[in-house]
């Protein structure tokens, strides 16, 4: 990140932007909630119900899952969401860091200060959640390689302003449009779609916040740090995304690992399902000069565009 970036990554002060943060905490105030109470831990797992809706799957319209029992189909989606949930919790770690140190030392009586901690405060609660539903998933501790943990260890040092939030952004927004099917659809386990109920509405208010926080951070910026920090976005975002399932999930739903690894990487029907998920995001990412051409070769290797 460059030493400019460093210097003026605190946001402007504005009326527009006290009064996004003040309507946050009114709705944070009015529609929260406490996992611990919302969601049913005690019923014992159903395993006639999936994880995740089955068109989320990384093999779904495969020559692999047409092969696969309706159990082993089951059995994989509630692995992936397993996966999905401990990489949420990976990187909403990161962001409560990187948030925090945003904040440091400034202003307590500023809005957009209580929303920082009343979002921190939320992450926390999701990752407490998303950890005990993977282990009602009768999944293990499923964890980015070490090489992408050492790199997120990097980023929540050096990532400021801008490149903080539009990353922050990106992994809520991918995973909020898939949680909107899961939360909908009577074939997950019920439990889970109560989680991603809970995440998408109070991660509505987070992914407002980030928007806001972008945008302020990129008041006066010149073309060379759009280019740089559109750049750390997307690479951010590569790693991110392409972590979200990890390969083991597949031995653990009882299949051949090089077979499945294999057929997903292929797959073209998830990789369109993620692009046009992702449709609005790069819309915003381009309107605010964060979706350049090098940046969008990460954006693909991904297929997020």
Known sequence: MTSSIARDHAAPQDPGRDDVARRLLQSSETLSYDPAKEVDWETPLDTAHHGASPEWSTLYRTSYWDEMTPEQQRELTRQEAASVASTGIWFEMILQQMVLRDFYAKDPTDPAFQWALTEIADECRHSIMFARGAAKLRAPAYRPTRVVVELGRAFKTIAFGEAAY????????????????????????????????????????HMKFAREETKARLEGAGKLRRQINGLVVAIASYFIVTSMVNKKVYANAGLDTKRALREAKANEHHKSLMRSSCAGLMEFLNSAGLLTRASTWFYKRANLI
């Open 166 to 205: 539009a990353a922050i952004l990106v992994a809520e927004e991918v995973l909020d449009v898939m949680q909107r099917d899961w939360m909908r659809d009577e074939r997950v386990a019920p439990f889970v779609r109560t989680i991603n109920n809970i995440h998408v509405v109070e991660e509505s208010r």
